[in-house]
């Protein structure tokens, strides 16, 4: 599966001679899996028309700002923008780049690219000499700051009959540098990640248990920064008031130690991830019985007897693939270096990320933390405090940087 199956992307045409090419790359971009929205300027009307782009792209094609004079109803450029996961403008015209640059609104395209909050690529097509001019060089790089990805022309014969820089890259190349765009954006497509995360709560009674301080932000931070890079995240997350919206993250909303891990196991019925990332502050014990209802204060125990939890990371562990990469957290007090290499063994995990609650600013309770990467007695990777978001940056660019050596095929788009 290439990595624009049921990609949706907003196709811009403007009015170049290389309209006449559009047609050709929606064509591509249909072709290997993907939805086009094709709206078109005035402009690239005189060159194509609106029904051979309707009929390939297979959706109605948007033009005009007013989409009827007389009814009063007009082309919803909010919703378009926000459909995309792409705005690609394939010719981009000298004139909507610079329309681009200074922000305007005078065609409906570019009422697009001013709402849209996807990313942009562009494919100028014109002129070598309109190509070369010191405005077009500098809209130009004033867009590629602004990050939008460019698609470079192609050097050749113009339609003038001149020849130098600015045919608009072939249709095949575009979908090629979209694909390869794609991926960039989304390194870790095709990859799946299994994450606990929060505390747990072991009853004592109705509404009395046993937990921990856990607020589930670390691993919140990192479901949402591998979704971002286009992991599936299964995300069992014990208690936590945390957000972890993201169409990439499923999450199940767990209470105690032993619906954690039978919300691990379902979700590895269901696919083997290939990265495990205990976060979860396990508790490790519950009561060995839970008394029914709310009991009385004088009818509580003078001492409550527990029974070990099971480690679901160690469980989970045993489980998978040899090339998944196991990650579990250690919250010490002090120096933790022993018992992270301990449980590094114990648990069967490549890395075990240390935090300590005595270094100033990390652990739970805090939006910072101060981690220690421990893969081995002879390596152990120190990082300054920050927040748990670049926290969650460190980790994921670990998990890319093993994932892509341990199992490189499975990326998409390869
Ligand atoms: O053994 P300890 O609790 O210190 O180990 C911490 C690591 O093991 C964390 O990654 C935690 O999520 C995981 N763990 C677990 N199940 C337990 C206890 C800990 O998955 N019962």
Same mark, same amino acid.
Request: hydrophobic content about 40%; glycine content about 8%; overall charge negative.
């Given at each position: 599966m290439g990595s624009l199956s049921g990609r949706r992307i907003v196709l811009g045409v403007t009015g170049?001679? !290389?309209?006449?090419k559009s047609a050709l790359v929606v064509r591509e971009l249909v072709k290997a899996g993907a939805q086009v929205r094709v709206v078109m300027t005035p402009g690239a009307k005189e060159f194509i028309t609106p029904l051979t782009l309707g009929t390939l792209s297979g959706q109605a094609v948007h033009s005009a700002l007013t989409e009827d004079r007389d009814s009063g109803t007009w082309t919803d450029h909010v919703e378009l923008g926000l459909w995309g996961d792409v705005v690609l403008v394939a010719p981009a015209t000298a004139h909507t780049l610079s329309g681009m640059v200074e922000g305007r609104g005078d065609s409906l395209l570019l009422t697009v690219l001013l709402s849209a909050k996807c990313p942009v690529v562009v494919a100028p097509a014109m002129d070598r000499d309109m190509f070369t001019h010191a405005a077009t060089t500098d809209n130009l790089e004033t867009l590629r700051q602004r990050g939008v990805h460019i698609i470079e022309p192609d050097t050749g014969e113009l339609a003038s009959g001149l020849s130098g820089?600015?045919?608009? !890259? *072939?249709p095949d190349r575009i979908r090629q540098e979209l694909t390869e765009w794609f991926r960039s954006q !989304?390194?870790?497509?095709g990859y799946r990640a299994l994450i606990t995360s929060g505390p747990t709560r072991e009853p004592i009674d109705a509404v009395r248990f046993i937990g921990n301080r856990s607020s589930g932000r670390q691993g919140a931070a990192i479901a949402l920064e591998l979704a971002r890079r286009g992991m599936l995240v299964d995300y069992i997350s014990g208690p936590s008031s945390i957000p972890t919206d993201h169409p990439g993250i499923r999450r199940v909303d767990v209470e105690t130690a032993l619906d954690m891990k039978a919300a691990a196991e379902a979700a590895m019925a269901h696919a083997l991830p290939d990265a495990v990332i205990g976060t979860a502050a396990v508790a490790d014990v519950r009561p060995a019985t839970t008394i029914s209802g709310k009991a009385a204060k004088t009818d509580l125990p003078d001492a409550i007897s527990m029974v070990p939890n099971p480690d679901i990371l160690a469980g989970i562990n045993a489980v998978v693939s040899p090339e998944c990469f196991k990650v579990g957290f250690a919250l010490a007090h002090g120096n933790g270096q022993e018992a992270a290499l301990r449980k590094l063994e114990a648990k069967n995990c490549d890395m075990i990320v240390l935090n300590s609650?005595?270094?100033?600013? !990390?652990?739970? *309770?805090?939006t910072t933390n101060r981690v220690d990467f421990v893969y081995g007695p002879d390596r152990i990777d120190s990082f300054e405090l920050k927040t748990k978001e670049a926290v969650a940056e460190d980790l994921a660019n670990e998990v890319q940087r093993q994932l892509l050596l341990r199992a490189p095929l499975k990326q998409s788009g390869r």
């Amino acid at each position: 599966m290439g990595s624009l199956s049921g990609r949706r992307i907003v196709l811009g045409v403007t009015g170049s001679i !290389a309209a006449y090419k559009s047609a050709l790359v929606v064509r591509e971009l249909v072709k290997a899996g993907a939805q086009v929205r094709v709206v078109m300027t005035p402009g690239a009307k005189e060159f194509i028309t609106p029904l051979t782009l309707g009929t390939l792209s297979g959706q109605a094609v948007h033009s005009a700002l007013t989409e009827d004079r007389d009814s009063g109803t007009w082309t919803d450029h909010v919703e378009l923008g926000l459909w995309g996961d792409v705005v690609l403008v394939a010719p981009a015209t000298a004139h909507t780049l610079s329309g681009m640059v200074e922000g305007r609104g005078d065609s409906l395209l570019l009422t697009v690219l001013l709402s849209a909050k996807c990313p942009v690529v562009v494919a100028p097509a014109m002129d070598r000499d309109m190509f070369t001019h010191a405005a077009t060089t500098d809209n130009l790089e004033t867009l590629r700051q602004r990050g939008v990805h460019i698609i470079e022309p192609d050097t050749g014969e113009l339609a003038s009959g001149l020849s130098g820089k600015g045919r608009m !890259a *072939e249709p095949d190349r575009i979908r090629q540098e979209l694909t390869e765009w794609f991926r960039s954006q !989304a390194p870790l497509m095709g990859y799946r990640a299994l994450i606990t995360s929060g505390p747990t709560r072991e009853p004592i009674d109705a509404v009395r248990f046993i937990g921990n301080r856990s607020s589930g932000r670390q691993g919140a931070a990192i479901a949402l920064e591998l979704a971002r890079r286009g992991m599936l995240v299964d995300y069992i997350s014990g208690p936590s008031s945390i957000p972890t919206d993201h169409p990439g993250i499923r999450r199940v909303d767990v209470e105690t130690a032993l619906d954690m891990k039978a919300a691990a196991e379902a979700a590895m019925a269901h696919a083997l991830p290939d990265a495990v990332i205990g976060t979860a502050a396990v508790a490790d014990v519950r009561p060995a019985t839970t008394i029914s209802g709310k009991a009385a204060k004088t009818d509580l125990p003078d001492a409550i007897s527990m029974v070990p939890n099971p480690d679901i990371l160690a469980g989970i562990n045993a489980v998978v693939s040899p090339e998944c990469f196991k990650v579990g957290f250690a919250l010490a007090h002090g120096n933790g270096q022993e018992a992270a290499l301990r449980k590094l063994e114990a648990k069967n995990c490549d890395m075990i990320v240390l935090n300590s609650i005595t270094d100033k600013g !990390a652990g739970f *309770e805090h939006t910072t933390n101060r981690v220690d990467f421990v893969y081995g007695p002879d390596r152990i990777d120190s990082f300054e405090l920050k927040t748990k978001e670049a926290v969650a940056e460190d980790l994921a660019n670990e998990v890319q940087r093993q994932l892509l050596l341990r199992a490189p095929l499975k990326q998409s788009g390869r």
